[in-house]
Nanobody, 112 residues
Framework: QVHVVESGGDLVQPGGSLRLSCAASESRFSINVMAWYRQAPGKQRELVAAITGGDRTYYSDSAKGRFTLSRDNAKNTVFLQMNNLKPEDTAAYYC??????WGQGTQVTVSS
């Protein structure tokens, strides 16, 4: 079964940067619409950013100005570049692709 593959999470200091990647487990599955969510311990999962087939993007208020979505169509991968990370960005980040089940997520921890 095709599933979501997320990667790129890590421990980073405040002010640092990370780039998360999202792809389908089978390269033939093209990604048109996708979204990144995150869930911190004890909190609900929240939408962080989304991109449409026409490359229109949406960012939550907390992500605006710091996070950027991009695509590598050759690799059928979508990236979330996260800059100026803050401790409140600490969460498990999940990529959501329509018609595919949720992935395992990738952990982002921002701490000094």
């Amino acid at each position: 079964q095709v599933h979501v593959v997320e990667s790129g999470g890590d421990l980073v200091q405040p002010g640092g940067s990370l780039r998360l990647s999202c792809a389908a487990s089978e390269s033939r599955f093209s990604i048109n619409v996708m979204a990144w969510y995150r869930q911190a311990p004890g909190k609900q999962r929240e939408l962080v950013a989304a991109i449409t087939g026409g490359d229109r993007t949406y960012y939550s208020d907390s992500a605006k100005g710091r996070f950027t979505l991009s695509r590598d169509n050759a690799k059928n991968t979508v990236f979330l570049q996260m800059n100026n990370l803050k401790p409140e960005d600490t969460a498990a980040y999940y990529c959501n692709i329509p018609d595919l089940p949720w992935g395992q997520g990738t952990q982002v921890t921002v701490s000094s």
